[in-house]
Nanobody
Framework: QVQLVESGGGLVQAGGSLRLSCVAS?????MGWFRQAPGKEREFVAA????????DYADSVKGRFTISRDNAKNTMSLQTNSLKPEDTAAYSC???????????????????WGQGTQVTVSS
């Protein structure tokens, strides 16, 4: 069982930046970030392969967010720039089971989840 803990959320003005981090208790393979705003469904944000070579982004964040990972430290990060009010949501990191190295936009394919960190962007 892998435990994930996020940090780095907060309140920021539109146009600002935040760096979200996710620390895993053990080795993980493909990982991703998802977000959920009140009254809305959970949506894919970004994903990264174990090697870090392959990444994927939702169209709504492409060019503004950057996902990265440091396997030596069992950490994954999401640099969020040029934040917009519509980015306001609870952001959760997720990891696929060991052996599943391909990235996915489907939240059902992730076995491990963090508790989430709130990002609020004011206009």
């Amino acid at each position: 069982q892998v435990q994930l803990v996020e940090s780095g959320g907060g309140l920021v003005q539109a146009g600002g930046s935040l760096r979200l981090s996710c620390v895993a208790s053990g080795r993980t393979d493909a990982m991703g970030w998802f977000r959920q705003a009140p009254g809305k469904e959970r949506e894919f944000v970004a994903a990264i392969s174990w090697s870090g070579v392959t990444t994927d982004y939702a169209d709504s964040v492409k060019g503004r967010f950057t996902i990265s990972r440091d396997n030596a430290k069992n950490t994954m990060s999401l640099q969020t720039n040029s934040l917009k009010p519509e980015d306001t949501a609870a952001y959760s990191c997720a990891a696929r089971r060991s052996g599943f190295r391909t990235i996915s936009r489907e939240f059902r394919e992730y076995a491990y989840w963090g508790q989430g960190t709130q990002v609020t962007v004011s206009s």
